[in-house]
């Protein structure tokens, strides 16, 4: 299997993005967007899904909502990128996360064809110092970029840190294993022989 790495530079009037990613890595990140609970979340995400992520992200506007969003579509693009044609992964995958008294599940198909469902169970308009919508655009905005059919639910839990830090987990792990080369699998993952 070829390398299945990307760089991707996202540069606008609101931000400036920078992501590094290697799919085969060992989870050694490198995140700075100046959110402490964000480069947290961002963190586990590379962490978790063993991939190696490097995460620079600098707001022009100083705008909040604009650095989020345009983080989640810049990391999402790369993971897009760096899966290449998609050939000889597994495909699917699903995990379950618990944390504490939270527990969120995820299920993936790579498969190049976007669509996701996304429950989170935000209560808080507020967790560590992100607005609740801030958060679930991030998560929104990154699956939608990654092109693939995701779908994430939280199940339960009193906790929004939790849960949220849960959600990002079970992605990341679910992630991990249907992007992971399959020994069996010969080309493209598809009947149609088209991703």
């Known amino acids: 299997m070829a390398a299945r790495t990307a760089k991707i530079k996202r540069e606008t009037k609101e931000t400036s993005i920078f992501v590094q990613v ?3 890595g060992s989870g050694r990140t490198s995140i700075n967007t100046g959110i402490d609970f964000f480069d947290h979340l961002i963190g586990s995400f590379g962490k978790h899904a063993m991939l ?8 022009n506007d100083r705008i909040l909502h604009h650095l989020i969003e345009d983080t989640g579509i810049t990391i ?3 993971l897009d990128k760096a899966l290449g044609s998609r050939k000889g ?3 699917f995958s699903y ?10 599940e995820a299920s993936v198909d790579l498969v190049r064809r976007q669509y996701n469902k ?9 967790i560590e110092g992100m607005s609740k919508e801030d958060v679930e655009h991030f998560v929104f905005s990154l699956v939608q970029n990654i092109n693939s059919c995701i779908h994430i639910n939280v199940r339960y839990g009193d ?18 294993m249907a992007a992971s080369p399959d020994k069996k699998q010969r080309g493209i993952p598809s009947t149609k022989g088209s991703m």
Request: positive net charge; glycine residues 2%.
């Open 159 to 176: 906790n929004d840190h939790h849960k949220i830090e849960a959600a990002i987990k079970s992605l990341a792990v679910a992630f991990r």
């Open 76 to 78: 999402g693009a790369a």
């Open 22 to 24: 290697n799919l085969d």
């Open 89 to 91: 992964i597994t495909r």
């Open 52 to 59: 190696d992520l490097t995460v620079k992200a600098k707001s």
């Open 95 to 104: 995990a379950s996360v618990p944390m504490d008294e939270s527990l969120a």
């Open 118 to 126: 996304i429950t989170l169970l935000v209560k808080r308009a507020q």
